[in-house]
């Protein structure tokens, strides 16, 4: 089917039906972890979406191999109360069930594992940050299973496979659950099964050409982790982005305009990344992450636009946003080869164990406020 021309300046309103509709379709995708069965079908949703509702703009697709450890289930159960604690379709690694008491850890990366380790479960109060090498050193020392507590276990299970050969039973819980556990002593069951697979995870972009040599990339992840609410994390950003698209391909535009869906995996992954863009001459960067809390606080963390940045700044605190001025490139934008870069979030981060439930936490007039926000912007790189 041919491009169709767009109509000059057409004035599209921003449609609460949209925003609702693509955001419950993409919620239905479970939590959408990057090369899951679920994170494919919301692939699969956005690219339809792109090709066969916004015909003006050219539409691709990109993928990689990848290898996760997928479980067809997790469980924890406590031995005396027999109540089950928690159930996940992810975790870190292991394979079987396992049952016995506990052991308080704490740390164990900077401190010795305690002789006591040995055919018990491993209560493990740490960060995320050494995993691998606590389930190593705890599987070195014959315990049975490991259960890590943590303030923000989503953080724990962005990375959901252990890269070495490890076996040992491990799943997240949230600092509250786990505290109860160390004061009850409580024996568990712990129960994992699954295996490491290898998938494919997949990328969408969308390109708005416009008449002048400029181009912008709007940049959002589609995939969702364990712990962390997938309407809000990041559906909620990628809905707001394909809204953007939609109104923006009725407009006639100075400046090129390239959204990208990417899976968390790939953002992070620059050497992917680099491929993706290795023949994009682009000027900027905004990134849209998880959006239209009804608790978070707008917090908008901008580098360069220098022409632009006094417009930028007060679109952004005219509707809501606390700005925060980077002299240093962002953590987040590593990976752009620009010094433009605008990043779009709500705090806090995640809000664990709450349900996908969209009337519970996400407004979708919030929504439409960032689109409008983002539209706004979009005008001042417009030069209008």
């Known amino acids: ?60 697709n990109f993928s990689w191999k990848t290898q996760y450890w997928f479980c067809s289930f997790s469980q924890l159960y406590s031995e005396k109360t027999g ?39 491993a209560l493990v109060l740490t960060s995320y940050c050494y995993r691998n090498n606590i389930l190593r050193r705890l599987e070195k020392n014959r315990a049975l299973g490991t259960v890590f507590i943590t303030k923000v276990p989503g953080n724990l299970i962005k990375e959901s496979i252990v890269k070495e050969n490890v076996t040992l039973p491990a799943v997240a819980i949230s600092l509250e659950e786990g505290l109860e556990l160390i004061r009850s002593r409580d024996s568990l ?63 006639t535009l100075l400046n090129t305009y390239l959204f990208l869906f990417l899976p968390i995996k790939m953002r992070k992954n620059g050497m992917i990344l680099e ?50 001025i980077s002299e240093k490139k962002p953590w987040y934008s590593k990976r752009f080869s620009t010094e433009n870069i605008l990043y779009l979030t709500e705090a806090p981060s995640y809000f664990a164990n709450t349900p996908l439930d969209l009337s519970s936490y996400i407004s979708v007039s919030s929504l439409m406020e960032v689109v409008k926000t983002l539209l706004a912007l979009i005008n001042v790189l417009e030069g209008r």
Do not use: C, W
């Open 83 to 121: 109540r089950e604690i928690i159930h996940l379709p992810l975790a870190f690694s292991g394979n079987g069930n396992v049952a016995g008491k506990t052991v308080f850890v704490r740390y164990p990366e900077k401190e010795p594992i305690p002789r006591e380790i040995e055919n018990k479960i």
């Open 189 to 251: 069951l712990l129960g994992v099964e699954g295996g490491s697979t290898v998938s494919e995870a997949k990328g969408i972009s969308y390109t708005l050409q416009g008449r002048g040599d400029k181009t912008y990339l709007l940049f959002a992840h589609y995939d969702s982790m364990l712990y962390s609410p997938g309407a809000h994390e990041n559906a909620s950003g990628t809905t707001v982005l394909l809204e953007v698209a939609r109104i923006l391909n009725f407009r």
């Open 275 to 324: 491929d993706v863009l290795k023949d994009v001459n682009y000027q900027g960067v905004i990134i849209v992450d998880r959006v239209g809390s009804l608790y978070g606080r707008r917090i908008a963390v901008i580098q360069g636009f220098k022409k632009e940045q006094v417009k930028i700044i007060s679109i952004l605190q005219s509707t809501g946003y606390y700005v925060l």
């Open 1 to 60: 089917m041919g491009k169709r021309e767009r109509p000059l300046n057409t004035d599209v309103n921003v449609s609460s039906y949209n925003l609702k509709k693509i955001l419950e379709e993409l919620t239905k995708y479970s939590h959408r972890a990057p090369g899951s069965s679920e994170a494919l079908k919301a692939a699969s949703f956005i690219e339809s979406l792109l090709r066969d509702y916004l015909k003006a703009g050219e539409t691709r």
